[in-house]
DNA sequence: TTGTAGGCGTTATCAG
DNA sequence: CTGATAACGCCTACAA
């Protein structure tokens, strides 16, 4: 009887079927090396004995894992959870397992984080973002584990990346709200230190104004973290100015349920005395009254082509390919012309 | 000059620093055993070398891994979220890791999560409610992994648990609708198989209708998955029956919020024409329009104090002590006497 | 304070 | 098709 004081090991199931722990191993990673006969007798076995391999000996032996990690900024809204979930599922599918950790938008965190899943043997890495410090590209290609970045696109970027151009996006949006009138803008932004989806959708909002003759210099911005009472706040904010704006363009759709949310509590209509955009078009944006207009990402596509690539450049030993997905403007009741 | 074609080792660095392996091990995991000196020296080596620990490796000799896995249901609504903040932030303060992973409420890929992370060497687990497998309990037994489980209060059941009785609040949500006129029941709960807490909500509304002398069959229940769109269709098969509801009851939130939009396509105000309540209090329910009534579940609180408890059982080689937090009725703008 | 050496559980190479 | 056996990288008595 083997010891039950401990989980059993690869010699206790080789010991049990009168075979060696290569046998074992072969019907476990390599089944048609093993006689039909010999096989069935192992894996009863392993059955009976309730033997799992150990991960760390087999990572130490074989140096695969087929284990993906992904750090996300932060769990606590849905922003990355429905692309995540797709990366996931599409993992799931190629046989790999993913394991996520957040790092709540501090780039120490991220880096510990990284360091962490690295020496945990994950096969490839999923980034958000490209801002981050060099040395930590260096320290991945040294320990040549791959890393593919979502959520933003940038040729020139040191990592692959499959994302959406922010900056474009941001402009385009800007750029119809103000053919519908708009001119007195304010944008609530997220925190843009470390964070270039943030800081390119101000850029975008930027560019819009300048191609249409407005000055970058009067658009009211103010940078919160990314959570509806922030933008609750931050709607008051802007809206105590002495000249309040007409629309309130916001980071994405959770400061901008919170701006609606600030616009009801100071006895304002949206959109009839002020409008207010999203971006990102999670299920929130359709949720709050009014719904949000706002720009859709295709989370979902995003999640899922990032997988396959990232599968493919550990399983191909090769360099990722960016791509940069399509984004599009979401027309709903939160913005009306002026 | 070491190899750069791979990563660094401790016994990289112990030649670089000329000491013994040992010592580099003592400078990492015991640096007072060392002088100063050596210390400095050893040091340097690790930051020039880029070095960091093989995990693998170091859990084979050590056993430890101060590695704590999650599996919860979902990442796609924000139901987890907080609580799981939480829960890591409490664990990064005691030193420890988070790992997560999502089942997508499907049984076969939690069991199969469970193994992973034990296999990988997770020193602990977090598990959301009690239903499952009694052999997934023998087997985290004898690997000897301590298991904690969240969201569910149980005294009776097989693993110590930081949670609430799902049962008794929504007992209490259905007798306060009913104590404002409410007869005519319906609810859209989760899907009960597999969910202890779907299943517990369910049987607490049946309790209040039997309390209050109303026949518990009468009740129109559908079980549908958690997502706003399929509260939102539910909403409207359930507001098509000979007998329409006079309230709503949803499983949580999420599908409440999913309902208030199916009113509103249809046509119907609630609470005037229909009244809606939802379940957990997560940042959805207030930002809805009307703001939904429903039970407030101390999440962050929850989260932190299952930290607590679970690196308790980890270090102290203790069993677990339950905790029964306590739930209390949010009234907001949902629900109307009658 | 520091070094030596055995062992952790697998996989993979090389013979039989 | 199967069996020895040498890694893999680290920790930890035990010695010095």
Chains 1, 2 share one sequence.
């Not at 096989?39 to 392993?46: C, G």
């Not at 009254?289 to 599968?311: K, N, S």
Request: charged letters at 25%; proline letters at 4%; aromatic letters at 4%.
């Amino acid at each position: 009887m083997p010891d039950s004081s401990t989980a059993p090991t690869i010699d206790d199931v080789a010991r049990e079927a009168r075979v060696s722990t290569a046998t074992v191993s072969r019907v476990i990673n390599d089944p048609d090396m093993v006689s039909a006969k010999t096989r069935e007798r192992v894996q009863a076995v392993i059955e009976a004995l309730g033997y799992t391999p150990n991960f760390a000996a087999r990572f130490m032996a074989a140096k695969r894992t087929f284990t993906i990690g992904a750090i996300i900024p932060t769990m606590e809204n849905a922003i990355f959870a429905r692309g995540l979930q797709a990366f996931q599922e599409a993992l799931h599918e190629r046989g790999y397992t993913l394991l996520v950790s957040s790092s709540a938008y501090k780039a120490k965190v991220e880096e510990e984080q990284i360091r962490n899943l690295v020496a945990r043997g994950a096969d490839g890495l999923l980034l958000i973002g490209h801002d981050r410090d060099p040395a930590i590209y260096d320290y991945l290609d040294r320990q040549r584990v791959p890393v593919l970045v979502a959520w933003s696109y940038d040729e020139t970027a040191r990592a692959p990346c499959i994302g959406f151009d922010n900056r474009a996006a941001m402009r385009a949006l800007t750029e119809s709200v103000v053919d519908m009138g708009h001119r007195r803008l304010a944008m609530i932004s997220g925190v843009s230190e470390q964070n270039d989806r943030a800081r390119l959708r101000i850029a975008g909002v930027r560019d819009a104004m300048i191609a249409h003759g407005l000055d970058p210099a009067s658009l009211d911005l103010i940078e919160v973290p990314y959570s509806i009472a922030d933008g609750q706040a931050a709607f008051a904010q802007v809206m105590n100015r002495d000249t309040k704006p007409s629309i309130v363009l916001c980071g994405n759709d959770v400061l901008a349920a919170g701006a609606i949310s600030g616009a009801e509590q100071l006895g304002l209509k949206v959109p009839d005395d002020v409008s207010v955009t999203g971006f990102d078009d999670i299920e929130l944006a359709h949720v709050v009254r009014p719904p949000l207009t706002t720009m859709h990402v295709p989370h979902r596509a995003m999640g899922q082509m990032a997988a396959e690539e990232l599968v493919g450049m550990i399983e191909e030993k090769r360099k990722g390919v960016s791509q940069n997905l399509k984004t599009s403007i979401v027309q709903r009741a939160s913005v009306r012309a002026v």
